[in-house]
């Protein structure tokens, strides 16, 4: 059966004309959405897995880029954010019950690139929490060529004396059954809206940062805001698990911006540092979202991206 049609604002998004998107259902019956920008005589498709509070149309302008480098790209709304279904009644908090539970996301998305005959090969694109989802799927055989990665949560950048507090405080959460509540720190409203761009810690280009801020003002059903208590736990449970695995027989390309203050830069050099086919490219003045910086940034990222994608195919 064909997958229905999901909702896909183009003129937000900036991307290729092809663009489209799709309902699909993970095998727990989580509704998701997928978003897809097909390329006559691809060389491949990228295999786009995005950071928390991110949707598909936010990476139209990146779907654009490898369109010119001779790629498809499909791009995922995991389950609680962007449009795909919200796991709690309070749809401003990012949930989830377990992190293994984005790799169902990810295998229904793969039945669609599957549907839709995207080229192979197919690259793997992992950014911030796709980074964390990503690396398990490349440990557990996602039949991908290669892989790369932006920012990885393979940790995250924690004070020292704020990592046994977390741990203690969403242990109690859990135990009370109060684990959907905000995780400390945190509020229900957007980053991009309740921080100016001056100091933050995404990108040093304001024309991006505001294209986010209007494309959230423009369909606020796609605005997230903080995590709740349970995916924060999760989240450190599966970093943790993930640290303590071999890297996989696969080439690798990580970028790591050298102003990183979300995710944690040691785990990433540890990481990339026991890649036996990987390599590490620290972004000079990058923030977490080299992806999302000023053209010179981001193109200079893709052209390498796409350089990898290609000596691997």
């Known amino acids: 059966m064909a997958a229905e049609a999901a909702p896909f604002h183009a003129d937000i998004a900036h991307g290729p004309e092809t ?17 897809i920008w097909p390329k ?4 491949g498709t990228v295999i786009l897995l995005p950071g928390r509070t991110e949707y598909i149309e936010k990476y139209g302008i990146f779907a654009a880029g490898m369109a010119e480098r001779g790629f498809a790209t499909l791009a995922i709304d995991w389950r ?23 790799q169902r996301d990810l295998r229904a998305a793969l039945d669609l690139a599957e549907a839709h005959q995207l080229p192979r090969p197919w690259h793997l694109l992992g950014h911030s929490m796709g980074g964390a989802i990503g690396l398990r799927a490349v440990m557990e055989g996602v039949p991908v060529t290669s892989c790369a990665f932006s920012g990885p949560m393979w940790d995250i950048l924690l004070a020292a004396p704020m990592r046994p507090l977390i741990s203690v405080l969403t242990g109690v959460a859990r135990r009370i059954g109060r684990d959907n509540g905000l995780a400390p720190t945190t509020e229900a409203i957007p980053y991009v809206i309740s921080a100016e761009f001056e100091g ?13 801020r209007d494309q959230l003002g ?36 990580t970028f790591l911006g050298s102003d990183e203050s979300i995710v944690s830069p040691a785990a990433i050099h540890d990481r990339m540092g026991r890649w036996p086919r990987g390599r590490l490219e620290i972004v000079p003045t990058g923030r977490h979202e080299v992806l999302m910086d000023a053209p010179a940034m981001r193109n200079g990222v893709m052209d390498k991206m796409a350089a990898h994608f290609s000596a691997a195919s």
């Open 19 to 35: 663009g489209a998107a799709f309902w699909v259902h993970a095998d727990d019956g989580v509704r998701i959405r997928v978003g």
């Open 40 to 43: 006559d005589d691809a060389s």
């Open 80 to 102: 609680g954010q962007g449009l795909a279904q919200r796991m709690l009644a309070d749809a401003r908090i990012g949930h989830v019950n377990e992190f293994r539970d984005f």
């Open 200 to 212: 933050n810690s995404l990108t040093n280009d304001p024309e991006m940062y505001q294209m986010i």
């Open 218 to 253: 423009a369909c606020p059903d796609l605005c997230l805001g903080g995590p709740s208590m349970r995916w924060l736990s999760e989240a450190l449970r599966d970093c943790k698990a993930l640290a303590a695995r071999p890297s996989p027989d696969m080439p690798c390309l």
